[in-house]
């Protein structure tokens, strides 16, 4: 399958139509950016590992019955992938205090949370992802109720799914971004799972690895998702 016109360029993937109008190309980038894209840098084969990642864990979840976007990994920087709708929802699932959520509810990192939880942002680097309730949703018309309630629903199976499978390689899920998308009427999980999305510390160290080594000049960054692919791909 190869590329045809870019439709879309984001901060570390860019889309391509194919000949097929049901499918797309996602291309994985090494540019890392956070805090809304005030700050950048160059992360070298973070693509190729946030394609084998995301490759890996797509899997995964489908041998689960989680339905997805994810066609087939192409090359080391391309995955094919079902054409999605993206609906303008971020869904976060959280088993641990860090990030926005620990500044929130006055908790410190690292604190577990009572019971897992999700929650929803609006999708939009205009605003900066804002947290949205339900009720934003709905008047927004971002999501139906059922859209939503099977969003919230796959996104609890998927925390469950992904906390033990990385558990089981020596590596706390302590939260995570997911994006949904419409498939001939169908939600699909799409977009990439990686440590870019995630926030994963070791389970024998606490050690970060993910994107918060660049957030927080911790340096060793390119090695943290280096390790991250050798648990999880090759085992
Ligand atoms: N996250 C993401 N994209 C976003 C916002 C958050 O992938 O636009 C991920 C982030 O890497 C972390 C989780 O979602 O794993 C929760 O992030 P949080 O709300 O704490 O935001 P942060 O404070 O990290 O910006």
């Known amino acids: 399958m190869e590329k045809r016109d870019k439709i879309y360029e984001g901060k570390a993937k860019i889309l391509y139509t194919t ?10 980038k090494d540019e890392a950016t956070a805090f809304d894209g005030k700050k950048k840098g160059i992360i ?19 041998d ?12 080391d920087r391309e995955m094919l992938c079902k054409r999605l709708n993206i609906i303008k929802v971020e869904m976060i699932g959280r088993n641990v205090a ?30 900066g992802d804002p947290m949205l309730c339900d ?3 709905f008047m927004l018309n971002l999501a139906t109720p059922e859209q939503l309630h099977t969003m919230r629903e796959t996104t609890r199976k998927v925390n469950g799914l992904l906390t033990a499978f990385f558990a089981e390689r020596g590596i706390r899920l302590v939260d995570f971004k997911v994006e949904y998308g419409l498939y001939h ?16 510390w070791d389970m024998a160290t606490n050690e ?5 080594r660049f957030r927080r000049d911790l340096g060793g960054i390119e090695e943290a998702y280096a390790e991250v692919a050798r648990r999880i791909c090759e085992a």
């Open 19 to 28: 000949d097929n109008p049901d499918q797309v190309i996602q291309y994985f």
């Open 208 to 212: 970060k690895m993910d994107k918060d």
């Open 64 to 75: 689960h019955g989680i339905d997805t976007h994810f066609v087939e990994r192409l090359n």
């Open 185 to 200: 009427g169908r939600v699909l999980l799409g977009d990439e799972i990686c440590p870019d999305t995630c926030r994963l």
């Open 44 to 62: 070298p084969s973070k693509g190729i590992m946030n394609n084998r990642i995301s490759e890996r864990l797509f899997r995964m979840l489908m």
């Open 135 to 137: 009720e934003h949703i």
């Open 98 to 127: 860090a990030g926005s959520l620990a500044k929130r509810i006055g908790q410190d990192e690292g604190t577990v949370l009572s019971r897992p939880i999700v929650e929803t942002y609006y999708k939009s680097d205009a605003l």
